[in-house]
């Protein structure tokens, strides 16, 4: 069974760069052919996909998102990382990681796990 599991600071000041972890248990993050993925849902709108590292540690950003975000991943301990940079309050969502196998990272019908979602707040 694969489970994933957000973890970070859920207040984080304007600012400051905004770091979760996703930490995978039931296959490994170099496994073919899958897609390790960041969306975010801010209060009152619909998820949005914010990027994701492959399994061969190709990277893909939200064009909107990609000159504030990096995701990397450490292979030895199964997990992958979102940092977003220069955070406002507009940043403020619950954050999920995901799973899937292609790389369309809008298409939310198409993730095959989920973590249980993160809230994080941006504010001093």
């Known amino acids: 069974q694969v489970q994933l599991q957000e973890s970070g600071p859920g207040l984080v000041k304007p600012s400051q760069t905004l770091s979760l972890t996703c930490t995978v248990s039931g296959v490994s993050i170099t496994t073919n052919f899958y897609y390790w993925s960041w969306i975010h849902q801010p209060p009152g709108k619909g998820l949005e996909g914010i990027g994701y590292?492959?399994?061969?540690?190709?990277?893909y950003y939200r064009p909107s998102l990609e000159s504030r975000t990096s995701i990397s991943r450490d292979t030895s301990k199964n997990q992958f990382t979102l940092q977003l940079r220069s955070v406002t309050p507009e940043d403020t969502a619950v954050y999920y990681c995901g799973t899937r196998t292609d790389a369309d990272v809008a298409d939310m019908r198409g993730y095959d796990y989920w973590g249980l979602g993160a809230q994080v707040t941006v504010s001093s």
């Open positions: 590292i492959t399994y061969s540690g190709h990277t």
